[in-house]
């Protein structure tokens, strides 16, 4: 499959959380205690480390500076998503939110850069043409607005997927875009003088000489402006209303919708079908926790994060949401050839609470448990389509014969086993009661185990 190229706007996010129990001296404001720092791709960036959850292959073609912050930056995606660099004029921008008890104080923002006027380099060329789909995440920093990426865009056009999201210092798509998504309170600016979205939706589709238009309107879905007029609304359905303790963030829902959307034209989906994935993959984000949960521990003047690669990633969930009130939940196994039983294993445990760690053995754990022949699938790839279910927030891979090290890290609320434990001593069970935790199991589907499906495709 072609790869999803996304093009647009990066720029880092990062948050400083802290206590504000008094007030400044010098003017009644108040002095934060700062606890603890995170980071994060934001703008284009988050988009296309997004889209890395349901595309193969992302690329980003992105304006970087050469500071710390966009070697940062770079460093933050690098993992997940091939970066193609254009020159920036200026310093890689930076927002940084400084927020107590989580509520946002104000917001610093440093560095100006905007993309260049040079020539593109033949590589972000390239992989314009080699693009399956493309995502045009525009964050007012003017490369959509660049001449030579525009002709490039336009051509493309009539034949690749190009999903736009225009932003209100951006310039209008390009004629012939599949699908534009502005947000409800973008589209009635864009288009002056309509009522609602469905209005506005209809307007910019023709204004603009898009395709469709779906205007997205929050917790209600969105409205789709396709071909004759027609405009329909995509509510979230019922199994994509998560429910959970934590008050819903909402930073990057956008982002998400249009990477998902992006995804599924990739993956051949018509446009309806399209953008009723995108509006339930982005509820399923929010109900995650948002943009907050990409973030990772560091101190954004150092341009380091805490290096413990995912195991950092599932502790800074962990912490977060203990933070917020929330309730963590995690489970753990081999999960080698991924089946039906482990989904409804992982869909179940996500309902007990507001995030999911999975705990999951390395390659050395495996052949240890069951044999020099296991696992099949190496510990990265399982990692990744682990990483891929909706259900999952975070992955955590340990070397040991059982998760007990990695468990007393985390601290879980709730640790989640199979049904067919019942009766049996887990070795995790004394870890998590004594920080407080619980043990749960849920039933099995039957008929399902790894070792099973191999045996009896041998014979």
Request: net charge negative.
């Amino acid at each position: 499959m072609k790869p999803l190229v996304v093009v647009g706007d990066a720029l880092l996010d990062a948050d400083i959380e802290g206590t504000a129990d008094r007030l400044c001296p010098e003017a009644p404001v108040p002095v934060v205690d700062v606890a603890r720092r995170w980071q994060r791709p934001g703008g284009a960036g988050l988009a296309a480390l997004l889209a890395a959850r349901t595309a193969p292959e992302v690329v980003l073609v992105t304006a970087l500076g050469d500071d710390d912050t966009g070697r940062r930056l770079a460093a933050l995606l690098g993992r997940d998503v091939q970066v193609v660099r254009v020159p920036m004029d200026g310093e890689t921008v930076c927002k940084t939110r400084v927020q107590a008890a989580g509520q946002s104080l104000l917001r610093l923002d440093t560095g100006g850069g905007r993309a260049g006027a040079a020539p593109l380099p033949a590589r972000a060329s390239a992989a314009l043409r080699s693009a399956g789909a493309v995502l045009v995440s525009d964050y007012g920093r003017g490369l959509p607005a660049h001449p030579e990426l525009r002709s490039l865009l336009g051509e493309l056009a009539p034949r690749v997927p190009v999903v736009w999201d225009p932003h209100p210092r951006g310039p209008a798509p390009v004629p012939g875009a599949a699908l534009v998504t502005p947000n409800d309170k973008e589209a009635l600016s864009f288009a002056p003088g309509r009522a609602e979205p469905g209005e506005a939706a209809a307007a910019l589709r023709r204004d603009w000489s898009c395709r469709a238009a779906a205007v997205t309107v929050g917790e209600r879905g969105a409205v789709l402006a396709g071909p004759g007029e027609d405009v329909t609304r995509v509510p979230v359905s019922a199994a994509a209303k998560v429910t959970g303790q934590v008050r819903p963030d909402t930073c990057g829902a956008g982002d998400r919708f249009a990477s998902a959307a992006a995804a599924a034209l990739l993956d051949g989906a018509d446009t309806p079908e399209a953008v009723r994935s995108a509006v339930d993959t982005a509820a399923r984000f929010v109900a995650a926790g948002g943009a907050a949960a990409l973030s990772v521990a560091g101190d954004p003047d150092a341009g380091t994060g805490d290096g413990d690669g995912l195991a950092g990633t599932a502790l800074d969930l962990a912490e977060r949401v203990r933070r917020q009130g929330g309730r963590l939940v995690a489970t753990g196994g081999c999960f080698d050839l991924l089946h039906p039983g482990h989904v409804s294993l992982l869909r179940q445990a996500r309902a007990l609470g507001d995030a999911l760690v999975v705990c999951v053995n390395s390659d050395d754990s495996v052949r240890r448990l069951k044999g020099p022949t296991r696992p099949l699938v190496p510990v990265d790839d399982r990692v990744r389509l682990l990483t891929e279910l909706e259900s999952v927030d975070a992955v955590a891979v340990f070397d040991e014969s059982s998760p007990v090290a990695l468990l007393e890290r985390l601290r879980p609320d709730v640790w989640v086993k199979g049904g067919d434990y019942a009766g049996t001593d887990l070795p995790e069970a004394e870890v998590v009661h004594r920080h407080g935790g619980e043990v749960a199991l849920v039933p099995t589907v039957a008929g399902y185990s790894t070792t099973r499906l191999l045996a009896e495709g041998a014979r």
